[in-house]
């Protein structure tokens, strides 16, 4: 039988090896911390505050590894109040005192305390000393078989103040059976032969891990080790150090641990039978093999290839251990995931960036006449810094040794997007500074990638609106098309956006920041660069928050969208369309017969049944009509009268253009994408069907709408067909 070590303290755990410790008596819980006051514990000082703290208080890093919802957190009110707390007299029952403790380390002033006969016989502390560390509570106990029947007490002390200056407690117990130690900087070594270390990953609290190869720190992460079954395989790659001498330490695991034992060294990645037939995998989505995506990272055509590189955690199903992940795609719709690209460093986790083709080498990194291809990335460690890494074959990245290229200016400044200035000649970089206590663009200029200077700053629009947070992008785009009428548009992570001038060193915007796309969950979206003049489309991708829970990935890509400038009444506007490769995917095309809908006609795709689906409807509503089209579940209604498109409940403005409404739906296992009104109304829209759900349909509730187009296409997955 496997037990977690998890329950080692607890009531169940002992119902369960009763059996075979027949001596064992149950667990005596001391406390357990769950109520909303610490009842016969007596507190003094602030420290402790009114009661147990119900996980996480404001201001302090996540607190992970305690019991139930409850613990001791003597941060209340930060780090600089002090105090006590101590348990009423209690009788030495058990052979061992087990408990959980986490927070700052310092035997004197931060301590767990046993007393016996008013003397400190056992004591204990939290592990932290340093800036950074984790909040983790871990278990640890004491014999205290010695003490057999006489009378305790416990006392936690909080007298330490300033960085680490509080201790987390939880879940006291007496039990007979000997709680597993913890072993500090648990090891082990793996002569590289193979591509990758198969990690076992257990979703929720990480460990600190540092790699070492031949001995050296290479890098740390913060991994969810699997201390017995895990959730998933994480792969690590460590191809680079084939032949050397791989160390994986962890900072502390529980004796019993399996964590380090289970890892594999594979040529594979294990589970790589399933890839991309998983339920929950998006199957014309880009989404990683394994781990957390977040934005979309230095998109770039290079070499005839479309690059995607992405913030991606290798080693979790959430945030963290940014690193660039790096997929190509001929086509952009076929992606393969070719593995990450920039690991963390000693700058810091690999923030969001961008890349450009450096055609003219003015960077000096170009080889034999081929241009480099240079990324331009934030380091977030402290202070966060503008770093560049380049290559010539889009396979191999080198990272600059004159790193960093732009100083901190703040801490919250990152997420550089760099392009070439034509007219003058020169690089321009757009960086999110939060500057004053404000979102502000900085807008930079290099003659090579590798000096820059600050030329403006941009805090307002045209009407003094807040800026634009995070993540900007910046490009020149003709209005309808007519190249002598180009417009500058600066965007932000949540796709609002402003249209105005550029002269090379400073942005006007011309009118106040416009709404981008009308959905949910997409952020932190961004353009290529280098798209082939003859080709000349601004095509953006954005990180679609798509969560698959039970999976061993999370999150994913929308698909490529074309943006363009129209004018419309208002002034010109961003449209949004999906790009035209995704024809591609099409397996089967049902083509309704045009013709009139009223609320009496029968559902017109009651033949269709699919997976991944494309729907194309053009119409026009007579009188103020109501039309629902139904994909797999999810309903998308056109209100004529009012104008309005619904999404699932979700409501967005999609005006009709000439008196028509022309609609193009998308749907995939993990979301929708539905785009409206010649692309003006753009609504993405994280959605689970229902796996057994295929159902098609389109119903009119009121008035009549007249079909010139409606088309379904059953689509093929990007992954596992050409
Ligand atoms: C936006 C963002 C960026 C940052 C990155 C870190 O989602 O917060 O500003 O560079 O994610 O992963």
Redesign the pocket.
């Known amino acids: 039988m496997k037990i977690n070590h998890r329950l080692g303290f607890g009531l169940l755990l002992s119902a369960i090896v009763l059996p075979l410790y027949a001596s064992a008596a149950d667990d005596l819980v001391v406390a357990d911390f769950e109520g909303a006051d610490y009842v016969s514990w007596k507190a003094t000082g602030e420290a402790f505050g009114p009661g147990p703290a119900r996980g996480t208080l404001p201001g302090q890093m996540q607190v992970d590894g305690f019991k139930g919802k409850g613990l001791v957190n003597s941060f209340y009110k930060g780090d600089n109040t002090t105090g006590t707390l101590t348990s009423p007299e209690f009788k030495i029952e058990r052979r061992y005192i087990g408990f959980l403790i986490g927070g700052g380390k310092n035997t004197e002033k931060l301590a767990l305390n046993l007393l016996v006969g008013g003397k400190v016989v056992r004591s204990a502390t939290g592990p932290n000393d340093k800036p950074g560390g984790s909040e983790m509570l871990a278990p640890e106990s004491w014999d205290v078989g010695e003490f057999a029947g006489q009378t305790a007490v416990i006392k936690i002390i909080d007298n330490a103040t300033g960085g680490w200056g509080h201790l987390n407690v939880d879940h006291i117990v007496q039990t007979d059976r000997q709680p597993p130690g913890l072993v500090t900087n648990a090891r082990r070594d793996f002569k590289i032969e193979k591509r990758y270390l198969n990690l076992p990953i257990k979703n929720g609290p990480t460990r600190k891990v540092t790699t070492l190869v031949d001995g050296r720190v290479e890098v740390r992460n913060d991994i969810g080790l699997a201390n017995g079954e895990p959730d998933w395989w994480a792969p690590m790659d460590v191809s680079a150090w084939k032949g050397k001498t791989v160390t994986l330490q962890v900072d502390r695991l529980p004796e019993d641990s399996t964590a380090l034992s289970a890892i594999e060294q594979s040529d594979e990645i294990k589970g790589a039978e399933n890839l991309y037939r998983e339920p929950l995998r998006g199957q014309f989505h880009f989404s990683p093999k394994r781990g957390w995506n ?2 979309p990272n230095g998109l770039v055509f290079f070499n005839g290839e479309y690059h995607l590189f992405f ?1 991606h955690n290798p080693y979790g199903w959430g ?1 963290g251990n ?1 690193h660039w992940g790096h997929a190509v795609s001929r086509d952009l719709i076929h992606w393969e995931e070719l593995g990450d690209k920039l690991a963390p460093d000693n700058f810091g986790p690999m ?2 960036g961008s890349a450009v083709v450096d055609w003219k080498n003015t960077s000096g990194f170009g080889k034999g006449g081929k241009p480099p291809l240079v990324l331009i990335y ?1 380091a ?1 460690g402290n202070p966060t810094v503008q770093c560049i890494a380049y290559s010539t074959d889009g396979r191999n990245f080198t990272k600059y040794s004159g790193n960093p290229v732009v100083k901190q200016i703040t801490g919250g400044n ?2 550089p997007k760099v392009l070439w200035h034509e007219p003058t000649k020169r690089w321009v970089m757009v960086l ?1 500074v939060e500057w004053q206590k404000k979102h502000t663009i900085h807008f930079f200029t290099s003659p090579n990638l590798r000096d820059w200077t600050l030329a403006s700053i941009t805090d307002g629009d045209a009407v003094g609106k807040p800026y634009l947070f ?2 900007p992008d910046f490009f020149e785009l003709p209005v309808d098309g007519d190249a002598s009428t180009k417009k500058w548009v600066l965007l932000g ?1 949540n796709s609002e956006y402003a249209i105005g001038n550029f002269d090379g060193t400073k942005f006007s915007a011309e009118q106040s920041k416009l709404p981008g796309h009308r959905g949910r969950g997409f ?2 979206p961004q353009t290529f660069s280098d798209i082939p003049k003859k080709d000349g489309r601004r095509i953006q991708i954005g ?1 679609f928050q798509t969560e698959t829970k039970g999976m061993p990935f999370n999150q994913s890509m929308t698909v490529p969208l074309e943006l363009q400038l129209i004018s419309t009444a208002d002034g010109p506007r961003l449209t949004f369309t999906p790009v035209k490769e995704l024809a591609k995917l099409r397996a089967k095309t049902h083509r309704i017969k045009a013709g009139t809908l009223t609320p009496t006609s029968p559902n017109p795709l009651a033949k269709v049944n699919a997976e991944l689906v494309e729907l194309r409807a053009e119409f026009t509503p007579v009188a103020d009509s109501e039309v629902t089209f139904n994909v797999r579940g999810c309903a998308i209604t056109y209100d004529a009268k009012k104008q309005e498109l619904t999404v699932n409940g979700h409501r967005a403005p999609a005006p009709l253009r000439n008196g028509k409404q022309r609609l193009t739906i998308y749907c995939d296992r993990t979301g929708l994408e539905v785009f409206a009104s010649d692309g003006l109304c753009y609504v993405p829209m994280p959605f689970q069907p229902k796996a057994t759900d295929l159902m098609l349909g389109a119903a009119v509730k009121s008035g009549a709408v007249k079909f010139t187009k409606l088309d379904a296409y059953e689509l093929n997955s990007a992954w596992l067909t050409k």
């Open positions: 977040n934005d913030q945030w940014m923030f969001s934030t977030a990152r997420d999110y995070e993540c992570a952020y932190a990180w």
